[in-house]
């Protein structure tokens, strides 16, 4: 069973081009065979400057919930966490009870 070919349109299709990455720039961030400059030291109070600015700009974006939206929620939860209590509670009360008719007692 012999397949149709399309009609060439003229078009090359599915052109690899080569691309290359030598002067493109990267993350940014060192490799680990590069060879480390500078004190040890420094290194170490540069890296952790860093880091605690990265967290003070992520706890910019937090959205902090109104007081409409804390009380809601907390609300919520508490109502969920009794309901939760009560169904371990009635379910240590069955057990009990299986128990107490089980041994006799």
Do not use: C
């Amino acid at each position: 069973m012999a397949r149709a070919s399309a009609p060439d349109s003229g078009q090359r299709r599915g052109t690899v081009t080569e691309t290359s990455t030598a002067g493109a720039a990267g993350s940014g961030r060192t490799r680990r065979d590069s060879p480390r400059r500078g004190n040890p030291v420094g290194r170490f109070f540069a890296a952790f400057a860093l880091f605690v600015r990265q967290i003070l700009d992520e706890l910019r974006k937090v959205v902090r919930p109104t007081q409409h939206e804390l009380v809601t929620y907390t609300s919520v939860v508490i109502v969920f966490v009794g309901a939760v209590m009560m169904y371990v509670w009635g379910l240590d009360q069955l057990i009990v009870k299986l128990i107490a008719l089980m041994f006799g007692k």
